[in-house]
């Protein structure tokens, strides 16, 4: 399963198409079991709760189409939306509205809950048989960043990567959605450049 790199839950979930903006593209979520193995690895189910609904999805192959399709819906409009705040840009009230419209569907089946933790408070998901289930803690993630932000710490990675991710440095420095693959990537292309640079100059 893909790392996760974003740093908020809606922005690793709108990341499961891979790259953005370039070829070959790759989709970590071709069906419903697969949009339930990925929540479960992002830490939105836990595995009593995801076995569950890959039973209900075997048993309500339909409605699980329909759940998937809604939940694709969602991502490429989390993805759009959280795009354009990284452009600086605002962003389509077509897409807030499938936000929108998503995180109402899920809050209604919200309730809050003390916490564990003396004097806390806490949203948690009504269980029942609801295929929706799986998106619903990415529809609430969503509006949350979108409602609390810091708006400005939304940002996207190099051109052919495409990834959001929210800086959460100290100086707001942080350039790529990971060090490790596009970041090293970069420095590795920008020292290969030097090098030839160099070779040419010595040759010159």
């Not at 370039?22 to 836990?46: F, I, K, Q, T």
């Not at 209900?56 to 399709?69: C, H, I, Q, T, W």
């Not at 295929?131 to 619903?136: E, H, T, V």
């Amino acid at each position: 399963m893909r790392k996760l790199y974003a740093g908020l839950l809606c922005l690793d979930f709108a990341n499961t198409l891979e790259p953005r903006g370039a070829e070959p593209v790759r989709d970590w979520l071709r069906g419903y079991p697969d949009l339930v193995a990925w929540a479960r690895h992002a830490g939105a189910l836990d595995e009593a709760t995801a076995e569950r609904l890959l039973a209900l999805a075997a048993d309500r192959p339909v409605a699980a189409r329909a759940s998937f399709a809604a939940a694709i819906e969602l991502r490429e409009a989390i993805y759009r939306a959280f795009d354009a705040i990284a452009e600086g840009a605002t962003p389509a009230a077509a897409d807030l509205e499938v936000v929108q419209r998503a995180y109402a569907e899920a809050m209604r089946h919200a309730r809050l809950l003390p916490e564990p933790a003396p004097g806390q408070l806490a949203w948690a998901f009504q269980e029942g048989d609801a295929l929706d289930r799986a998106w619903w803690p990415m529809a609430r993630s969503a509006v949350e960043l979108a409602t609390a932000g810091p708006l400005e710490r939304v940002k996207h990675c190099r051109p052919g990567c495409g990834f959001l991710f929210f800086d959460a440095s100290k100086n707001r420095t942080r350039r790529w959605c990971s060090m490790e693959e596009c970041g090293g990537q970069t420095k590795a292309r920008r020292q290969t450049a030097r090098r030839r640079a160099a070779r040419a100059q010595a040759r010159g």
